[in-house]
């Protein structure tokens, strides 16, 4: 299911699907002369994917909090969503050893890792040289005032630091993952799911 948690599209189609695992065993509870228990389910993720902000969607209230950085949610709550749900909102999980260093750093780059896990200068050069790549160049042409097309990551880098900031590498590279993770660059997918990048 593709789901906006941010904007609460394809949401209720989540909490149908749940629901309806449930179905078949109340339908054996009810014939057992039971009363219908609610499904019971974990919101399970990477952190800062919006896990809490789904809960929240589906009762369109804020019941959890949910902020724009990983590790927002600490502790396992249950919510109830409505008589057939109850969601258990929890933190995010990261594998404890990523042998898939391209993953790793396109999960720091997005945030999803804590910040004491990375170097910001390497993930803000790595995500410049992604963004050359995958042709999305636009944005850092629009929001800087050039473009990282013949240099290196790292290059740009310490070209925008000589311009913005007095060669300030680190304010540099926050300033872009910042930039990147707020969408101010454009809406920039680091890679599409499997079945889209084969379609096209
Ligand atoms: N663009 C976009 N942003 C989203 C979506 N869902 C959530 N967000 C935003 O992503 C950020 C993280 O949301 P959270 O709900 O805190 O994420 P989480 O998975 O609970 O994070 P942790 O508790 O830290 O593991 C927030 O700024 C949300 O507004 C979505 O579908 N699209
Ligand atoms: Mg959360």
């Known amino acids: 299911f593709f789901a906006n948690a941010q904007q609460g599209t394809g949401v209720v189609a989540i ?45 369109n209230k804020r019941v959890v909090e949910s902020a724009r950085r990983a590790g927002v949610t600490r502790a396992l709550r249950w919510v109830r969503i409505s008589d057939q749900l109850e969601l258990l909102d929890a933190p995010g999980i990261i594998p404890g050893r990523l042998n898939d260093q391209v993953a790793a750093v396109k999960l ?30 636009d944005g850092f042409t629009a929001r800087y005032g050039s473009a990282p097309t013949t ?15 007095r060669g300030d590498l680190e304010r540099t590279s926050h300033l872009i993952l910042n930039d990147f993770r707020k969408g101010i660059l454009g809406n920039i997918p680091l890679e599409l799911p499997t079945d889209l990048t084969t379609r096209s």
Request: aromatic letters at 6%; a neutral charge; glycine letters at 8%.
């Open 15 to 59: 909490s149908k699907a749940a629901q309806s695992v449930g179905v078949e065993i109340n339908q054996k509870r009810k014939e057992r002369g039971l009363l219908p228990r609610p499904v019971r389910a974990v919101v399970i993720g990477f952190p800062n994917v919006g896990k809490s902000a789904l809960i929240n969607r589906l009762l």
């Open 108 to 137: 720091a780059i997005c945030d999803d890792i804590g910040e004491a896990g990375y170097d910001r200068q390497s993930m803000a050069a790595a995500l410049v040289e992604l963004c050359q790549e995958l042709g999305y160049i």
């Open 151 to 165: 240099l290196s990551g790292a290059e740009y880098l310490h070209q925008l630091a000589d311009d913005k900031y």
